[in-house]
Every structure is written in structure tokens, then in C-alpha cells.
């Protein structure tokens, strides 16, 4: 029996002349609901993914005083790593909107993997950042394709997806500080290596992914049509240049804290190591649920009002930070966390929708940028505090939410769209 044509938003993400992943899975799916093992799956490797990266940023005092580092060379490695992520991502979506490669994703775990095992006997500086490069080579393979199997998975309900899948990565990020404080601190650089059999569960996981996702791969040959209601292309550029902004205000200031925090309270509070991974485990735990609810809102609610809140509601709480005592930055570091991580799959989906026909390049850009401003960020931030001091730097990126003023030049979107 013939069925109505509809136009679904899988159709409108199908890129031009490209092999994607749309049509047999994506329209059952949308039937269905979304395919929960997958996302469970792709969430949890996102989690094992982003608990090995933020672990680098979480032996930072370990490196510094072995190898007696400054702050701009502690903010180097952080550029080393955000330097291969940040630029291979779009290069990476770009190559996989034109031809899908279904075990990408395991074979991008491996450079973790060495990375990593690298990482635990490098004795000199510049073994350090070769590491560090690797663990970003892996991250450039994962994100732009898992954000797209995530998507394929949806269901139709694409922030919720976004959502599972960015929980993962919060998730993990958060961890980082958590398990460097009870393994890395006690027992010292040699047992990162022990984290590489989490790269290798990781492997098996994507591994399975890949067997699912290959039999979605279809091969498309007609451009996508575009909803008549949708923005012209000029004020697609204007809120492609507009989500960048916020992403720059929400990624550098989420640097800021994950970079150099454990040191601020060290050298303002005279907390121990130790106890500073914990209060930094307590921001990014709060980034993580943040995350998770911050799509399932823009679902409900719209994108555009949840960036409105997630940025510009997190300003009042970042200029109160730099005068709170030890108790108070906690409770503000988790508040600022839950609120500013809200934006991540709002700000991701609502640029898959502007620009449907290239999802893997446009992903891999905003995946990107916001590993290049944290990596840039990291540095130049490093560079600050060594002439400044960290107290600060603190007062000066508490202005960067007010950049999400700037939402107000967002369109609305169509609803057939979203």
C-alpha cells in the first residue's frame, strides 16, 4: 500500500551527492522512536572517550612539578591536544558527508590508545605534547561521526539524542579529575597507562556501533529540498556567526576553570592536590547534567530561549566566583556548570538545522572550534596568569557570558525543521 510522502528532517540532512546515513534505519526509527542501545552505546563511548581526554588536563600539577613547567607550557599541552582535535574535526566530517566509514570510530580510538601509553613513559617536554597530539587525533575521529550516529538514532527527538550523547562526554570529562586523584596522584605518571584499557573497551563498543551503523549507509544522488520557510542564507550566516560567539563565551570560560581551577584554589585557599580534583570533579559532574538536560529542553521550548538562558543566565553567578570564599566557589562553580553546560546541544543541533546538507562538516566545525577556543584559550589564558596571576584572569572571563546577548539575532526556526 503506498504511503504519503513526508518530508522528515532526515531528509533534509541528507547531504548533496554524498553517501550519508539516512533513509531504511533513520525513517523506522522516527517510527519507533529512538534506538536506545545505540545511543546508550554511543554515549558510554563518549564517556570513555572524554574521561582519557580531561585525565591530561588533570595530571597538569603532576607534569608541572616533575618536569617544572610554567603555566604557559602546562597551557601548550592543552593546545597540542586541542590543536590536532580542533582542525582535523570539519576536514574529518566534511570527508565522512561525502563517504560514511563505519569503523571510523574504532580505528580513531587506537591513536587514544597510544596516546595515552605514550603519555605514561614520555620523560621529556616535547614527548609530552606528541601524546597529547594523539589523544586529539582520536577525538577528531570521534566527534563528528558519533554526533552523526547519534542523530541517526534520534528518533526524530534530535536534541534528547544530542543530549544522551553529550551526558556521556560530560560525564567522563568530569571523572577525569576524580580518577586522577585516587590512581594518578597516589602512584604517579606511569599508571596513566592503566587508562588505556579503557581505550580498548572503547575500541570493542565503537566496534559493534560500526556493525550497526554500516547497513544504514545509503548512497543519495538528488540535493535535499530546503523547507519554504526556512532562513535565507544570509541570516544563516549571521546565526552561524552568532552560535560561534556563544560557543566562544561557553567554551572559554569552561577552559578557564577546567584548565587552571585546581590551581586557583591551591594558590588562593591552600587546598591540597587532592582536594582540589575534587572541587573541579564538582563543576564538570554539574557540566554533565547540564548537558544532559539542555537538549531535551531546546526540544520542548525551543533552542533560541535555552541559549538565552544557558549563557546570559551564568553571568551573575561568574561575577560573584572571584570574591567567593573556598565554600562559595564550590557552590558557584556548580551553578555556573549546571547552567552554561545547558547550551552545548542546543548550540550543535540548532547548526545542524541551519546547515542540514553538510551535518558531518558542520558538526565537526562546532566540535572543533570549541576544542581550538579551548586549546587557544588554554594558553593564552596560561600566558596571563604567569604575569598576572590566576585571581585575575578569573575576574576578567567573568564578562564572557554577556556575550550571549547576542542570541537575540538568532532566527526562529520552522517547526518542520526542528
Same mark, same amino acid.
Given at each position: 500500500?503506498?504511503?504519503?510522502?513526508?518530508?522528515?528532517?532526515?531528509?533534509?540532512?541528507?547531504?548533496?551527492?554524498?553517501?550519508?546515513?539516512?533513509?531504511?534505519?533513520?525513517?523506522?526509527?522516527?517510527?519507533?522512536?529512538?534506538?536506545?542501545?545505540?545511543?546508550?552505546?554511543?554515549?558510554?563511548?563518549?564517556?570513555?572517550?572524554?574521561?582519557?581526554?580531561?585525565?591530561?588536563?588533570?595530571?597538569?600539577?603532576?607534569?608541572?612539578?616533575?618536569?617544572?613547567?610554567?603555566?604557559?607550557?602546562?597551557?601548550?599541552?592543552?593546545?597540542?591536544?586541542?590543536?590536532?582535535?580542533?582542525?582535523?574535526?570539519?576536514?574529518?566530517?566534511?570527508?565522512?558527508?561525502?563517504?560514511?566509514?563505519?569503523?571510523?570510530?574504532?580505528?580513531?580510538?587506537?591513536?587514544?590508545?597510544?596516546?595515552?601509553?605514550?603519555?605514561?613513559?614520555?620523560?621529556?617536554?616535547?614527548?609530552?605534547?606528541?601524546?597529547?597530539?594523539?589523544?586529539?587525533?582520536?577525538?577528531?575521529?570521534?566527534?563528528?561521526?558519533?554526533?552523526?550516529?547519534?542523530?541517526?538514532?534520534?528518533?526524530?527527538?534530535?536534541?534528547?539524542?544530542?543530549?544522551?550523547?553529550?551526558?556521556?562526554?560530560?560525564?567522563?570529562?568530569?571523572?577525569?579529575?576524580?580518577?586522577?586523584?585516587?590512581?594518578?596522584?597516589?602512584?604517579?605518571?606511569?599508571?596513566?597507562?592503566?587508562?588505556?584499557?579503557?581505550?580498548?573497551?572503547?575500541?570493542?563498543?565503537?566496534?559493534?556501533?560500526?556493525?550497526?551503523?554500516?547497513?544504514?549507509?545509503?548512497?543519495?544522488?538528488?540535493?535535499?529540498?530546503?523547507?519554504?520557510?526556512?532562513?535565507?542564507?544570509?541570516?544563516?550566516?549571521?546565526?552561524?556567526?552568532?552560535?560561534?560567539?556563544?560557543?566562544?563565551?561557553?567554551?572559554?570560560?569552561?577552559?578557564?576553570?577546567?584548565?587552571?581551577?585546581?590551581?586557583?584554589?591551591?594558590?588562593?585557599?591552600?587546598?591540597?592536590?587532592?582536594?582540589?580534583?575534587?572541587?573541579?570533579?564538582?563543576? =564538570?559532574?554539574?557540566?554533565?547534567? *547540564?548537558?544532559?538536560? /539542555?537538549?531535551?529542553? %531546546?526540544?520542548? $521550548? !525551543?533552542?533560541?530561549? +535555552?541559549?538565552?538562558?544557558?549563557?546570559?543566565?551564568?553571568?551573575?553567578?561568574?561575577?560573584?566566583?572571584?570574591?567567593?570564599?573556598?565554600?562559595?566557589?564550590?557552590?558557584?562553580?556548580?551553578?555556573?556548570?549546571?547552567?552554561?553546560?545547558?547550551?552545548?546541544?542546543?548550540?550543535?543541533?540548532?547548526?545542524?538545522? =541551519?546547515?542540514?546538507?553538510?551535518? *558531518?562538516?558542520?558538526? /565537526?566545525?562546532?566540535? %572543533?572550534?570549541? $576544542? !581550538?577556543?579551548?586549546? +587557544?584559550?588554554?594558553?593564552?589564558?596560561?600566558?596571563?596568569?604567569?604575569?598576572?596571576?590566576?585571581?585575575?584572569?578569573?575576574?576578567?572571563?567573568?564578562?564572557?557570558?554577556?556575550?550571549?546577548?547576542?542570541?537575540?539575532?538568532?532566527?526562529?526556526?520552522?517547526?518542520?525543521?526542528?
Amino acid at each position: 500500500m503506498n504511503k504519503p510522502v513526508i518530508v522528515s528532517e532526515e531528509t533534509l540532512a541528507a547531504p548533496v551527492v554524498v553517501s550519508d546515513v539516512t533513509p531504511p534505519a533513520a525513517k523506522t526509527a522516527a517510527a519507533t522512536g529512538p534506538v536506545y542501545v545505540v545511543l546508550v552505546g554511543i554515549s558510554l563511548s563518549h564517556f570513555l572517550n572524554d574521561t582519557m581526554q580531561s585525565l591530561i588536563a588533570s595530571v597538569y600539577p603532576i607534569l608541572k612539578e616533575n618536569y617544572a613547567l610554567d603555566f604557559a607550557q602546562i597551557g601548550m599541552i592543552t593546545l597540542a591536544f586541542q590543536f590536532t582535535a580542533s582542525l582535523l574535526q570539519p576536514v574529518i566530517g566534511h570527508f565522512t558527508d561525502r563517504k560514511a566509514q563505519p569503523f571510523s570510530l574504532a580505528i580513531g580510538m587506537g591513536f587514544t590508545f597510544f596516546g595515552l601509553l605514550l603519555l605514561s613513559v614520555a620523560q621529556q617536554y616535547p614527548v609530552i605534547l606528541i601524546a597529547a597530539a594523539l589523544v586529539g587525533l582520536g577525538s577528531a575521529v570521534f566527534h563528528p561521526e558519533s554526533a552523526r550516529i547519534a542523530r541517526l538514532a534520534s528518533g526524530g527527538r534530535y536534541g534528547f539524542a544530542q543530549s544522551v550523547f553529550q551526558l556521556g562526554g560530560s560525564f567522563g570529562t568530569s571523572m577525569g579529575p576524580l580518577l586522577a586523584a585516587l590512581i594518578v596522584v597516589p602512584f604517579g605518571q606511569p599508571s596513566i597507562a592503566w587508562f588505556s584499557s579503557i581505550a580498548f573497551l572503547a575500541i570493542i563498543i565503537l566496534w559493534r556501533i560500526g556493525l550497526w551503523y554500516r547497513p544504514q549507509i545509503t548512497t543519495r544522488k538528488t540535493p535535499p529540498p530546503s523547507h519554504p520557510d526556512a532562513p535565507s542564507s544570509r541570516r544563516v550566516k549571521i546565526a552561524l556567526m552568532v552560535l560561534v560567539a556563544l560557543l566562544f563565551s561557553k567554551q572559554l570560560y569552561v577552559s578557564s576553570l577546567s584548565s587552571y581551577y585546581i590551581f586557583y584554589l591551591i594558590e588562593k585557599f591552600q587546598v591540597s592536590t587532592q582536594q582540589a580534583q575534587l572541587y573541579l570533579f564538582l563543576f =564538570l559532574a554539574a557540566n554533565a547534567a *547540564g548537558a544532559f538536560f /539542555g537538549g531535551s529542553l %531546546g526540544d520542548r $521550548f !525551543g533552542r533560541k530561549y +535555552v541559549l538565552w538562558f544557558s549563557i546570559l543566565g551564568a553571568l551573575p553567578f561568574t561575577l560573584a566566583l572571584p570574591y567567593a570564599g573556598l565554600l562559595g566557589s564550590a557552590v558557584l562553580t556548580v551553578l555556573i556548570g549546571l547552567i552554561i553546560s545547558s547550551a552545548t546541544s542546543s548550540i550543535i543541533v540548532f547548526a545542524q538545522e =541551519l546547515v542540514p546538507h553538510r551535518f *558531518g562538516m558542520i558538526s /565537526g566545525v562546532f566540535f %572543533g572550534f570549541a $576544542f !581550538g577556543i579551548g586549546g +587557544v584559550g588554554a594558553a593564552v589564558l596560561g600566558r596571563v596568569a604567569d604575569h598576572t596571576g590566576l585571581e585575575f584572569v578569573y575576574h576578567v572571563c567573568a564578562f564572557l557570558p554577556a556575550i550571549g546577548l547576542l542570541a537575540v539575532f538568532l532566527p526562529k526556526m520552522p517547526k518542520a525543521a526542528r
